[in-house]
């Protein structure tokens, strides 16, 4: 089965499991986890750098980081690279072992 990505990806239409506040809390966790990964990685590409003489000079480097954040944040809305997904099934693993 496919994620649904916005949900945990555990929820079946056909009588699956059922979603608990405890696996909302730990996919909302996951995804946000996967966009900080993917804001490190965008600033480490050079997105959101100034681009020079003809930037918007210390203002725009102060919100930078805002807009990598929320880049970031939706690319993980939109699929992501996956990590989300497996972060959410390692945390809920661990979950069930500490119950």
């Keep these: 089965m496919e994620p649904v990505f916005g949900s945990p990806p555990l929820a ?6 059922q979603k608990t ?3 909302l809390a730990l ?14 990685m965008l600033k480490s590409a ?9 930037g ?3 203002g725009e480097d102060q919100f930078a980081s805002f807009l990598r954040q929320e880049q970031a944040r939706n690319m993980v809305s ?4 996956g ?3 497996s972060l959410f099934e390692a945390l809920k693993e ?3 072992e500490s119950l």
Excluded: C
Aim: glycine fraction near 20%; aromatic fraction near 6%.
């Design 12 to 17: 079946s239409p056909h009588g699956g499991p």
């Design 21 to 23: 506040d405890i696996d």
């Design 27 to 40: 996919w909302d966790a996951a995804k946000e986890l996967e966009a900080s990964f993917l804001s490190e």
């Design 46 to 54: 050079g997105i959101g750098e100034t681009p020079g003489s003809f």
């Design 56 to 58: 918007g000079g210390i």
């Design 78 to 81: 939109t699929g992501g690279i």
């Design 83 to 85: 990590l989300a997904q």
């Design 94 to 96: 661990q979950s069930h």
